[in-house]
Nanobody
Framework: VQLQASGGGLVQAVSFLRLSCAVSGLNFRIYSMGWFRQAPGKAREFVAAHSYKSGSTYYADSVKGRFTISRDNAKNTVYLQVNSPDPEDTAVYYC???????????????????WGQGTLVTVSS
């Protein structure tokens, strides 16, 4: 299984960017997808997830209303739209695959089976 994240870079606040994560080696349609991030000196934290079973999306409170997770099953790709980024959003962003589908599971790092290599997002003020 491989996950290839892309789309990171240096962006200014009040702009936008879209992260992508292409997945191969599994039946993408029957797995939930999540995005996590890790800022310098901090633990990796949940950002957003998409449940394969219900189609529900879940977000961390810090990004709710600004970030949008979506997926294209035909392309085996999950996206994270980042609107109005803030310097506090600066982090390495990781995509991950989970066989679970509930909110409580998808917000937990330990419920993900495969991880991408991460893509760095740096937000300047």
């Amino acid at each position: 299984v491989q996950l290839q994240a892309s789309g990171g870079g240096l962006v200014q606040a009040v702009s936008f960017l879209r992260l992508s994560c292409a997945v191969s080696g599994l039946n993408f349609r029957i797995y939930s997808m999540g995005w996590f991030r890790q800022a310098p000196g901090k633990a990796r934290e949940f950002v957003a997830a998409h449940s394969y079973k219900s189609g529900s999306t879940y977000y961390a409170d810090s990004v709710k209303g600004r970030f949008t997770i979506s997926r294209d099953n035909a392309k085996n790709t999950v996206y994270l739209q980042v609107n109005s980024p803030d310097p506090e959003d600066t982090a390495v962003y990781y995509c991950a695959v989970s066989g679970y589908y509930s909110y409580s599971d998808l917000t937990s790092r330990g419920k993900y089976h495969y991880w991408g290599q991460g893509t760095l997002v740096t937000v300047s003020s």
